[in-house]
């Protein structure tokens, strides 16, 4: 996905590796730059999109929302279940101009 550092936008995060319904969990995000997985302060209260046919996490990004400068992203999802704590990259990256 592609946005503008100067839009504030919504991105959707589609979660297909889940054998059960992760909507009831809390998740967030991680927006990281290169080969490194995310640290503590790294991570964004995101929400799921209600009503999707995949389970869809979604999260405001830009000046509204979690700020990102220009750059090339890989964008984490960490899920809190019980006994589950699945922390995984998402598919594609984010580009921001």
Same mark, same amino acid.
């Given at each position: 996905?592609?946005?503008?550092?100067? +839009?504030?936008?919504? %991105?959707?995060? *589609?979660? &297909?590796?889940? #054998?059960? $319904?992760?909507?009831? $969990?809390?998740?967030?995000? @991680?927006?990281?730059?290169?080969?490194? =997985?995310?640290?503590?302060?790294?991570?964004? &209260?995101? =929400?799921?999109?209600?009503? @999707? /046919? !995949?389970? &869809?996490?979604?999260?405001? %990004?830009?000046?509204?929302?979690? #700020?990102? *400068? *220009?750059?090339?992203?890989?964008?984490?999802?960490?899920? /809190? $279940?019980?006994?589950?704590?699945?922390?995984? #990259? =998402?598919?594609? +990256?984010? $580009? !921001?101009?």
């Amino acid at each position: 996905m592609q946005i503008s550092s100067l +839009s504030t936008v919504y %991105v959707n995060i *589609p979660i &297909t590796a889940t #054998p059960h $319904d992760p909507t009831a $969990d809390a998740v967030e995000v @991680a927006f990281v730059t290169g080969p490194t =997985a995310p640290q503590t302060t790294d991570w964004h &209260t995101a =929400a799921w999109l209600s009503g @999707a /046919t !995949v389970p &869809t996490i979604l999260i405001l %990004v830009g000046p509204g929302g979690v #700020p990102l *400068p *220009p750059g090339k992203y890989t964008v984490w999802v960490h899920i /809190t $279940d019980n006994p589950e704590v699945p922390v995984m #990259p =998402a598919k594609g +990256s984010l $580009d !921001v101009y």
